[in-house]
């Protein structure tokens, strides 16, 4: 179990913007890139977005494709979600963890955190 570690949610307006970090001590064997995950009150956890370890395409959930970008520094072991374009379907708690070659993810999870847009 590799520790996560997520910030950088909070309460913003439609329209607004918000930089996720998700700081990760390691990689689990058998895993195919990190990935931000996010749950909406009384929906499931759902993919979001995902960056390859081996640095090749990426991923987005199409309700976010354009208004999302992730990004990762190896030097600071830390995955981002930078998030333009908020709307106020895109509250919820957002989790990073690792995924498979399918975008199943571990089932590890960190505490999250909560990004609030407000109408």
């Known amino acids: 179990q590799v520790p996560l570690v997520e910030s950088g949610g909070g309460l913003v307006q439609a329209g607004g913007s918000l930089r996720l970090s998700c700081v990760a001590s390691?990689?689990?064997?058998?895993?195919?890139?990190m990935g931000w995950f996010r749950q909406a009150p009384g929906k499931e956890r759902a993919i979001v977005a995902g960056?390859?370890?081996?640095?090749?395409?990426?991923y987005y959930a199409d309700s976010v494709k354009g208004r999302f970008t992730i990004s990762r520094d190896n030097t600071k072991n830390t995955v981002y979600l930078q998030m333009n374009s908020l709307k106020p379907e895109d509250t919820a708690v957002y989790y990073c963890n690792q995924y498979d070659s399918v975008l199943i993810p571990t089932s590890f999870w960190g505490q999250g955190t909560q990004v609030t847009v407000s109408s």
């Open positions: 960056i390859p370890w081996s640095g090749g395409s990426t």
């Open positions: 390691g990689r689990t064997f058998g895993t195919y890139g």
